[in-house]
C-alpha cells in the first residue's frame, strides 16, 4: 500500500489480517495507491462521494487511468480516516467439445473431443474473449474477475448440438450448452470450474 502526497511517497505492507496504517502524516490531501496481489482482482468501489471512506466499503478505483487509487482524502489535524480496499481471488472456466456420436447428451466412451472450434466468453459489460479448443477438445479462460458471464460455442458445419444435460460448469456430466450453443451465469470469485462441455452430434443424411 502506498501513500501519495504532492511532496513525494511512502509505503507500508499490510499484517497477517489485512491491516495498514500511516502514522504521524501532516494535514493535507493524499492518495491511497494499492497494489493488486497476484491472482486477485479489484472489487467493485462501494464508497460512494456521499459517504467516502466509511469503515468497511472498498474505496479502491476499480478501473480505469485511476485503477488500483484511492479518490483524494483530505487530512484533518487530529483525525484518522479509514481507508479500505477489497480484492477478490480471480476465477476460470475451461470444459472439452466432443462429438457426441449417439446424440444422448453425455459423453461415452469413444466419443472423441473435437479441435478447432471457436469458443467466446462475454462478460456482463459486453467485452469478449475468444479461444479454440485444442486437438482433443478442451478449452479455457482464466484470470476471470467475478461476474456473470456467457460461453457461446460456435457449431460446426454438419452438426447440432446435444441434447443439454445440466447446464452447470461445476458438473462434469453432459452438455451444457442449449441449442444455440450457448451457457451463461453468474462465476463467484475463486472458482475453477472444468466441466462446462458442449457435445456436437453429426447431422444425419437420407
Known sequence: TDRDTASGSSSDVTAADGTYS?????????TVRFTTPTGYSITKRTGT???????????IIQSGAQAGRTGTLTA???TNPNVDGGFAELSSLAGTVWTD????????????GRGGVTVTLTDEDGAVRTTTTADDGTYSFSDLPAGTYTVTVERP??????QRLDGRADLDEGSDVDADGKASGPVPPGVHWTHLDAGL???STI
Open 22 to 30: 500511516f502514522d504521524g502524516i501532516r494535514p493535507g490531501e493524499y
Open 49 to 59: 462521494d456521499a459517504e467516502p471512506f466509511a469503515p468497511g466499503l472498498s474505496d
Open 76 to 78: 484533518e489535524p487530529g
Open 101 to 112: 456420436d449417439d446424440g444422448d447428451g453425455l459423453r461415452g466412451d469413444g466419443e472423441l
Open 157 to 162: 458445419d454438419g452438426t447440432v448440438f446435444s
Open 201 to 203: 452430434s453429426p447431422l
